[in-house]
């Protein structure tokens, strides 16, 4: 098998002139946006819209990306769709608040139905064989997918295996959640869902990636490139070299090896070289302490778990809104509203969805003590 092809474009900003330039090079690396999509072909543009959140926050797949691809894909003659389906709120509302809509609406590019799921098969799923999809995802002949790089409390970085998990839609993306709170199972999971929709291409936004406390509540940090591939391993593999990060800890890329997803290894880059910045701020700890924590016990003493910074809580619900556990593992104490939510770490599965969504940063994940220990 011949190796997986990775585009490396250096991109030092967002000014429009300069990201198109660097995404006409990346399709050029690949041999051309006619590869991907054809005339007459509905092409379904995902980008990460994990929630509503202004471009320069590092949260979103960057607008200006969004658009460069768009019109590359257009000049081939396929009619464009968008669509993503956030973690918390409505694909119009983050959307607009991300900048996409404003650039779909500009290039004539309808939004897809994310709102509605139907059930399809996937027999040759590896874990799950049954998946309810948006609508907007399954009506399209291909998906061009336009992952962030980020790192992640769960999966420790997201980029282009993760970024389908937004086809899932609304609040079923919770219910894979308490369905596989293991990580392992969880990864497995999204390798299927990657191997039934089969993405035509991926573009990563690392111009500004985001580092920390992400997926949301991370600090933006400036990278300076664009990843084009059509393996999403592969290109993932890459997104974890910039953060100085072992693929081996990353739980999606291991998975999505493992069952022919792509590959982490075997990658024939081209074009400009690839960043790799040691400071970076991502969780390195060993696998001991996330890996195969199925048990709640084992979990309570050694997964890190997301704690509330008192100071900084609005005391808005989010948190207990998106928790995907029944009764509540996180809940404002005795229903008192005026009050800081608190976790129940015996209920709590360490899917870190209240992390992931509190809009204010309030929440951070730490290791409990016999797992900082362990690391040693
Ligand atoms: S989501 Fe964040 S700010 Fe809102 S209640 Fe929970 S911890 Fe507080
Ligand atoms: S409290 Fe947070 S990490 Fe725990 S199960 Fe609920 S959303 Fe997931």
Not at 95 to 100: D, M, T
Not at 164 to 174: A, D, N, S, V, Y
């Amino acid at each position: 098998m011949s190796p997986s092809r990775v585009a490396i474009v250096t991109c030092a900003t967002y000014e429009r002139a300069e990201v198109d330039a660097a995404v006409a090079r990346g399709f050029a690396l690949l041999g051309g946006a006619s590869r991907f999509a054809r005339t007459g072909e509905r092409i379904l543009l995902k980008p990460n819209l994990l929630v509503a959140s202004a471009p320069d926050s590092a949260v979103t797949t960057h607008p200006a990306v969004f658009s460069a691809v768009a019109r590359e894909l257009a000049a081939t003659g396929a009619s464009l769709v968008w669509g993503d389906s956030p973690g918390f709120g409505g694909t119009l509302g983050a959307g607009k608040r991300a900048g996409v809509a404003a650039v779909a609406d500009e290039l004539g590019i309808p939004v897809a139905d994310f709102g509605h799921g139907r059930e399809v098969s996937f027999p040759e799923g590896a874990l799950i064989k049954r998946f309810t999809i948006a609508e907007g995802a399954l009506a399209a002949d291909g998906i061009v997918s336009l992952p962030k790089l980020k790192t992640h409390a769960l999966t420790r970085m997201t980029g282009a295996i993760k970024n389908q998990f937004g086809c899932i839609p609304g609040m079923l993306k919770g219910e894979f959640h308490t369905r596989m709170p293991d990580v392992t199972r969880f990864s497995r999971m999204l390798v299927d869902l990657n191997r039934f929709l089969r993405p035509h291409l991926f573009v990563m936004d690392a111009i500004v990636a985001m580092e920390g406390n992400g997926p949301r509540g991370g600090d933006p940090r400036h990278v300076g490139v664009l990843l084009f591939s059509e393996d999403p391993v592969a290109i993932d593999a890459l997104g974890c070299r910039i953060m100085a990060l072992d693929p081996a800890l990353v739980e999606t890329i291991v998975e999505g090896e493992r069952l022919g997803l792509g590959s982490a290894s075997d990658i024939e880059v081209v074009g400009d070289e690839l960043p790799v910045l040691t400071d970076y701020r991502v969780n390195r700890a060993p696998a001991s302490t996330t890996r195969g924590l199925g048990s709640s016990l084992g979990k309570r003493l050694l997964a890190p778990r997301p704690f509330i910074v008192h100071e900084r809580c609005t005391r808005c619900g989010t948190c207990v809104a998106v928790c995907p556990v029944e009764p509540k593992a996180v809940d404002f104490p005795e229903g008192e509203k005026s009050r800081v939510p608190e976790h129940d770490y015996g209920r709590c599965i360490r899917c870190y969805c209240c992390q992931e969504m509190c809009p204010e940063r309030a929440i951070e994940v730490k290791t409990p003590l016999l797992g900082r220990l362990i690391r040693r």
